[in-house]
C-alpha cells in the first residue's frame, strides 16, 4: 500500500483518520525521526506506539513497520532480478520514482499548516526551503552537505529566534 512513501499513509491514519495526533504533533514528531538514525516514518511510529501503548507498543509498531515491507523488498528484488531487462518493467521502476516523488511533494503540503507555529515565520522558512531545492535539484549538492550546511543554519536561526520570543511558561507570576 505504501511502497516508496508510506508517510502520507502515515499522516492520513494518525492524524485525520484516528486523531491520535495534531497536524503539529505529527510534524515535530517526524522532525524528530528524521534526525534519529533509522527510516523516519519508523521512528515516528516508535514514538507514537510508546506514547499510547508502552514498550509494548513500541514493539507492536516497529514491527508493523520492518516485517512485512521487509518480505514484500525480498520478494520485489528476486522478482526484479529475473525481469529487469524487459522494458515493462523497467518503465514500472521509472514510474514508481515519480509516484514517490509526487507523495513526498503531498506530504509537504499537507503539513504546511504547521509550520504556522515556525519560530522562523513565513519569509525565512520558505528561504530555507528554496535553499535546499536549490542546492539539491539545481546545484546536485550531496545530501549531507545539504543537512549539515543548510539544516545547521536554520537550527541555528530557530534556536535564536526561539530564544528571543517570549514564553509564557518562563514567565514569573505575578504576586
Request: glycine share 10%.
Amino acid at each position: 500500500m505504501g511502497f516508496g512513501g508510506v508517510l502520507p499513509i502515515a499522516q492520513r491514519e494518525l492524524v485525520e483518520r484516528l486523531g491520535w495526533l495534531t497536524v503539529e504533533e505529527f510534524a515535530e514528531l517526524l522532525s524528530i525521526g528524521q534526525v534519529l538514525p533509522g527510516p523516519n516514518v519508523v521512528n515516528l511510529s516508535l514514538m507514537v506506539g510508546d506514547r499510547y501503548f508502552g514498550l509494548r507498543g513500541a514493539l507492536a509498531a516497529m514491527t508493523g513497520m520492518l516485517l512485512m515491507p521487509l518480505v514484500l523488498v525480498l520478494v520485489a528484488a528476486a522478482l526484479y532480478q529475473q525481469f529487469a531487462a524487459h522494458p515493462a518493467v523497467a518503465g514500472a521502476v521509472r514510474g514508481m520514482g515519480a509516484v514517490s516523488a509526487g507523495l513526498v511533494m503531498a506530504i509537504a503540503l499537507k503539513l504546511l499548516p504547521a509550520l504556522r507555529r515556525s519560530p522562523l515565520g513565513r519569509a525565512r522558512w520558505m528561504l530555507v526551503t528554496l535553499a535546499v531545492v536549490l542546492a539539491t535539484g539545481w546545484w546536485r549538492w550531496p545530501l549531507v552537505l545539504v543537512i549539515a550546511l543548510v539544516g545547521g543554519v536554520s537550527c541555528a536561526m530557530a534556536w535564536r529566534f526561539l530564544g528571543a520570543r517570549p514564553v509564557a511558561s518562563r514567565q514569573e507570576p505575578s504576586p
